[in-house]
């Protein structure tokens, strides 16, 4: 809420800022990516003299937060009046442009490049390797989100009548719950290890109506993914008990 708040002032305000560019005398700096990553790091070194050029290998930049992020939670336009903000602090941004594949170290040396700064994000998603994950209609958050980002209104009751069971309870969670609802999806019900406590700045931002579809299961661990002859996708759980917090691992199941 308290990002949007300020984006959306920043948009209804532009031409306000008091950060002006600065004379850029320094070095030139070669940026790969132009997701928060690279795009802040072009941002402070312009600030701070230097001639920084970004390389992405994209149509279009903010990475993960532009393809990731759904529209509601950060809308393109607010990305765009931050991205127009960094070039006009002096930050060349170039699109289409793959690092390794269209250019190289050695050809950013020779363009009088004093330094490189890399950052291309961490597209592998990560998985609990749980038995069932690979059955279908069984998504890793980020392709799911990336994949709706821009597919949603292709077909907007995609998941009408459906219920989605969620591994994890987090903002990114609360996100494939809120698209899948947006969808169609009559409920999403999320498992987390996580206490109600643990938990709670997530949920203080769940709004009443959302509760309502949105249901969680808290200190809960997935054991596995089965199918149903009917076709349907079956979480089965179990509930965990937190034991004492181990000195070295931190907190630590009894089962
Ligand atoms: C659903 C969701 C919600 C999130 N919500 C929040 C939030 O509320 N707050 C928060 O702080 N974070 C949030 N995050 C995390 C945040 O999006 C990431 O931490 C952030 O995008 C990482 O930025 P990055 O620049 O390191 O990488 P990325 O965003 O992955 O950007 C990397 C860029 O590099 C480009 N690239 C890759 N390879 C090459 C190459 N070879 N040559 C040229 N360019 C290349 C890519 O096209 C991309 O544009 C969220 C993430 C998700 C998925």
Not at 13 to 31: G, L, M, Y
Not at 41 to 67: F, Q
Not at 107 to 124: E, H, S
Not at 154 to 162: L, Q, R, V
């Amino acid at each position: 809420e308290l990002k949007r708040f300020v984006s959306d002032y920043e948009t209804a305000h532009p031409n306000e800022s008091k950060i002006k560019s600065v004379k850029q005398t320094k070095d030139k700096v070669a940026i790969i990516g132009a997701g928060p990553g690279g795009l802040s790091a072009a941002y402070y070194l312009a600030r701070m003299g230097y001639k920084p050029t970004i390389y992405e290998k994209g149509d279009k930049t903010g990475g993960v937060v532009r393809y990731g992020v759904p529209q509601y939670r950060l809308s393109d336009e607010a990305l765009d009046h931050d991205v127009n903000f960094i070039k006009s602090m002096g930050v060349e941004i170039i699109l289409n442009k793959e690092f390794g594949a269209n250019f190289t170290l050695e050809d950013i040396k020779k363009q009088g490049f004093k330094a490189v700064f890399i950052a291309v994000g961490l597209y592998v998603p990560k998985t609990l390797r749980l038995e069932g994950e690979d059955l279908p209609n069984v998504h890793v958050a980020i392709d799911f989100l990336l994949d709706r980002k821009y597919g949603c209104a292709e077909d907007p009751e995609e998941f009408k009548g459906k219920t989605f069971g969620i591994i994890g309870g987090g903002a990114v969670a609360v996100d494939v719950g809120e698209t899948a609802v947006r969808l169609g999806a009559t409920k999403a019900d999320f498992v987390d290890i996580l206490t109600e406590e643990a938990l709670k700045n997530v949920l203080k931002d769940l709004h009443e109506a959302e509760r309502e579809v949105m249901e969680y299961h808290f200190t809960t661990s997935t054991k596995n993914i089965t199918q149903e002859p009917n076709g349907k996708l079956a979480l089965n759980c179990y509930k965990i008990e937190w034991g004492e917090p181990d000195p070295e691992t931190g907190r630590r199941p009894l089962n």
